[in-house]
């Protein structure tokens, strides 16, 4: 219905303005809500006067239809957010959402690659990068992967942060650089030798080559963004990791942000930390990572103790 749309849009103004959502989150909200309203639509009542009652068959039809605990739970969430902001405008009298629980689910631990295979990758991009290409545009490429994997797992930035880097940061010689995370929060990184030498070999290449874009980012493209996409970035990830051996659906940017974490608490940084340095604003989120260490070593103790042989049999 229009006045639903028009509901929803408010919404999402909201959250743009006020809260300096991301484009991906408000993209995110769209979909869940206009999927609810289709599953509304043809009931009498609109999003101003639905009770909780429908919103429970529609997480039960969820179900159903076979959608994991976790989906069922972000839009249950996404709604809560929603008829919350209703009520608060008192476009609403009441908040249909807060009798309803979110779905139970288990939070899945990271896939962590090992710091010996973490060592491959970069090696192999910076053997690539070393390489005179067939083109100059094939080079650049190779040493811009090189770069984004310095980076990456020196910092442990989220990809969406290292992708729309400035061109700046390829300039400095700092051992600490200031990106933008979520929510428009600055935090500062670190940066060692390697991740400052590989941006600043790539940046001289890439101003070298006559008529290759440039625009005000490190690593540019001629996109809609005015930068490398995320998905550009995982797909020459996926490929370089095929070729060094390791599994192409073990190896993604989130992953070299998982290991950046693990490996860092494997050794001994502080948990609080390791939180500011991801940018995680709840310290809850960084612990799923000292559950992966406490899985490694009950791992470790039942292949290499002496006795763990002894207690299998």
Known sequence: MARDSMLIETFLEMQSAERAAADNTLESYRYDLEDFC????????????????????YLSMLHAQGFASSTAARRLSALKQFFKFLYQERIRPDDPTTSIDAPRRTKPLPN????QEVDRLIEAAKFNASMDGPTEGRRLRAMRLYALLEVLYATGMR???LVSL??????TD???????GKGRKERIVPLNAASRLAMQDYLRERNSIKGEYKGPWLFPSSGKTGHLTRQAFARDLKSLAAHTGIGASRVSPHVLRHAFA???LQNGADLRMVQQ???HTDISTTQIYTHVLDERLKSLVSERHPLATQNQS
């Open 166 to 171: 400035p061109g700046s940061a390829a300039t």
């Open 112 to 115: 962590i690659l090992t710091v």
């Open 159 to 161: 990809v969406s942060e």
């Open 277 to 279: 340095l991801l940018g």
């Open 38 to 57: 289709s599953f509304i639509t043809g009931s009498s009542d609109g999003l101003a006067q639905i009770g909780a009652d429908q919103i429970r068959k």
């Open 174 to 180: 700092s051992r600490y650089l200031m990106v933008m």
């Open 262 to 264: 693990s490996h860092m």
